[in-house]
């Protein structure tokens, strides 16, 4: 995020000093990085929180701080909170056998949503089987959850669904644009040191256009977020948050296809690490209903902010004036 | 809708249906029936007060805020209200005479345009010099008794073919001068040896002209600060043109909604119009939120807004006509007509005002550091 950029280097900083998952996370939640509750009280918050979720997904890939603090927003400062919180999607099934997504695979306890959109809580020990959805999501911290419909507990006092929900498209659409944004700045410094043909290939109007694209890219995904952020504070309905997550399920994976693309051989391996940012991106675009569950919730959400009387079209464009 | 501009502008609007047939954009009437409307309703905007409230009293504005002008531009957009025809005056011409006019130039020209009586056109592209505008070659040469012969060619003139007035960039030094040697000039269009040649673009209309000066003769005082400040003060212009064509993405934002509007008004929904849609919606709000006064693009990123803006108006413009053809039906005709006008004139977007390839340029190298080519 443009504006916090405090925060950005602290964390970047805590984060370069733990390369171990785990004792990331120790050090996050000793310093109160965990507690944060995005919530509609203030931007500011809201804000800091996709920064440590991004910037923990440009680290560590595995550590899921972003379902952490997208759980923690959906539940009730009341309501009880485990050390590491997921969130499940989808989740669907009779009643008596549920199945769904779980964000934050190593989590001790989930929410989430019945179908009739109550919020709901499951604990690790509940689940029965677990297993991953989708083969390049595996280290993306996703899988597949199966759990009796017994083990599901209601929330009660939960925020309203539209609003949770709307927090969780947020953080992800976060923790996808941060990378997409990492994998920018990562391509730019190496076509500027990679020599071909004699020359730097950032000397390339072919190559450098084709980053200004994934920066612009980058730019209008960190303005839907400062955008739904503040619209939390105002206590609008929070449309950015969905126009992020579908922006970013289209923009971010494509910034970092390309991110592998102009990084050539060494951009398909696991070694540099933008795959797993390609992961991550991934993990925005499909979770929460995909990009069709997203464009629904932007269309839904249109409505003209000012309604100066409907111009007559049909007296427009006289057709003999054509 | 708080603002009292906002709510005098919705008031006004409601009793001043835009002129019929005035696309979106700087477009030219085609007809003199058609010039009468668009200049009659130019000037009631100013009168009513809602064309310059920004600039400062003594010049006729009452010093609106960048925000206040921003929810008076949404107003407008969403009436469907085309741009008036003194738009160059107002945001290329009129600040520049601010900053670098003398007193009687200043008194001149401020007022008038304020009134919405000067159509105002600008002279800066020409055949062989467009986004390389510092390879112009149109000459203004002093005579002794300090009057300036203008010989040359210019073309891309938008309401040169109705304008009282041009904004003219011409070299006053060597061609090896290049930018150094470059002034600006105030040109009345109808001096003797000025020759406008409207040019039909892909719209069908000619909202362009090209224009011939053959030794015209300009009055010492007709060249605006000191010879050689013309890119200086064309870099101005050019900078304020970008950023009113990032404005101009309020106008996508009332468009996407109208869309929106026709599209609920299917029976059936339409799984690929609606995600074209969407994504298109989100996009657009992001370029919103990058051009609302309090947030801004960043440091070297400031030519995104025009790129951005040019590119989404295609697709949208795109959609709107894929739209139409699908379902004929449920498009009033007049509407058809506009979206299929915007289609066209959207393509001039990504041309004009510095093309996108050469502003993606200025993006690599302002804004990311990469080496020039």
Redesign the interface.
Same mark, same amino acid.
């Given at each position: 995020m443009?504006t916090l950029s405090s925060e950005q280097a602290a964390l970047t900083a805590l984060l370069e000093r733990n390369h171990d998952g785990a004792a990331a996370w120790d050090a996050l939640a000793r310093d109160g990085w965990l507690d944060l509750v995005p919530d509609r009280s203030s931007w500011a918050l809201a804000s800091v929180a996709a920064t440590v979720a991004g910037t923990a997904g440009v680290y560590h890939p595995q550590l899921a701080v972003g379902a952490h603090l997208a759980a923690t927003a959906v539940l009730p400062a009341a309501a009880p909170r485990a050390r590491r919180m997921g969130v499940v999607t989808d989740l669907a099934g009779d009643g008596e056998s549920m199945t769904g997504t779980a964000w934050g695979a190593e989590a001790d306890a989930y929410v989430g949503w019945l179908p009739d959109q109550r919020v709901v809580s499951i604990n690790r020990t509940d689940i029965e089987q677990t297993a991953s959805p989708m083969l390049f999501l595996e280290d993306a911290s996703v899988c597949r959850i199966a759990v009796a419909g017994s083990s599901i507990n209601i929330v009660e006092g939960a925020d309203p669904p539209e609003c949770a929900r709307a927090q969780v498209a947020f953080i992800l659409a976060a923790e996808a644009t941060a990378v997409a944004t990492a994998a920018t700045s990562r391509t730019?410094e190496y076509?500027?040191q990679r020599f071909a043909f004699g020359r $730097?290939l950032?000397?390339?109007?072919v190559l #450098?256009?084709r980053?200004?694209?994934m %920066?612009?890219a980058c730019?209008?995904?960190s303005?839907?977020l400062?955008?739904a952020a503040t619209e939390w504070t105002d206590g609008a309905r929070p %449309?950015?948050s969905w126009?992020?997550k579908?922006?970013a399920g #289209?923009q971010s994976v494509w910034t970092i296809e390309q991110a592998i693309q102009l990084h050539g051989g060494i951009g398909f391996t696991e070694e540099l690490g933008i795959a797993s940012w390609l992961r991550i991106a991934q993990r925005c675009r499909l979770l929460m209903g995909g990009?069709?569950q997203? @464009?629904?919730e932007?269309?839904e959400s249109?409505? $003209?902010?000012?309604?100066?009387?409907p111009?007559?079209? @049909?007296?427009?464009?006289?057709?003999g004036?054509? | 809708m708080t603002g009292e501009l906002q709510q005098r502008a919705l008031a006004w609007i409601q009793q001043n249906q835009p002129p019929l047939g005035a696309g979106a954009g700087s477009r030219a009437p085609r007809s003199t029936d058609e010039e009468t409307r668009w200049r009659r309703w130019t000037i009631d905007l100013h009168t009513a007060g809602l064309a310059v409230p920004h600039w400062p009293v003594r010049w006729g504005g009452e010093e609106a805020s960048d925000p206040q002008m921003r929810e008076l531009a949404r107003v407008l957009r969403a009436a469907g209200a085309p741009l008036p025809l003194t738009d160059v005056a107002i945001n290329l011409v009129a600040p520049a005479i601010m900053a670098e006019g003398t007193e009687q130039q200043q008194l001149s020209h401020l007022p008038a345009i304020a009134s919405g009586s000067a159509i105002w056109t600008q002279l800066f592209s020409e055949p062989s010099a467009g986004s390389d505008l510092a390879a112009l070659r149109t000459r203004a040469v002093q005579r002794a008794d300090g009057a300036w012969v203008v010989t040359g060619q210019k073309v891309w003139n938008t309401y040169a073919n109705i304008a009282e007035w041009g904004f003219l960039l011409a070299r006053t030094g060597t061609i090896e001068e290049r930018h150094r040697g470059l002034s600006m000039f105030l040109v009345p269009m109808n001096s003797p040896g000025v020759k406008i040649v409207p040019i039909r673009e892909m719209t069908g209309d000619a909202d362009f002209s090209e224009v011939f000066f053959d030794a015209v003769v300009l009055e010492p005082d007709a060249i605006l600060g000191a010879p050689g400040l013309g890119w200086r003060i064309s870099m101005g212009t050019l900078a304020a043109e970008r950023l009113v064509v990032g404005g101009l993405v309020l106008g996508l934002e009332a468009e996407y909604q109208r869309v929106a509007q026709v599209l609920r008004s299917i029976a059936s929904p339409d799984p690929e119009l609606e995600a074209r849609l969407a994504a298109l919606i989100a996009e657009v709000d992001g370029l919103v939120w990058l051009t609302e006064p309090a947030v801004g693009l960043p440091a070297g990123l400031e030519s995104a807004g025009k790129v951005l803006f040019s590119e989404l108006n295609v697709e949208l413009a795109q959609l709107s006509v894929d739209i139409a053809a699908r379902y004929p039906s449920e498009v009033p005709v007049g509407l058809a007509r506009r979206w299929n006008d915007n289609y066209a004139y959207s393509r001039g977007y990504t041309i004009s005002g510095g093309a996108n390839e050469v502003l993606r340029n200025v993006l690599a190298q302002r804004g990311l550091g990469f080496p020039r080519t």
């Open positions: 443009t730019g076509l500027a $730097p950032a000397g390339q109007q #450098q256009h980053v200004v694209d %920066r612009l730019l209008t995904g303005a839907l400062e955008r %449309r950015s126009a992020a579908l922006h #289209q990009q069709t997203a @464009a629904r932007v269309l249109v409505s $003209p902010a000012i309604t100066p009387q111009r007559d079209w @049909a007296l427009d464009f006289d057709p004036m054509g | -």
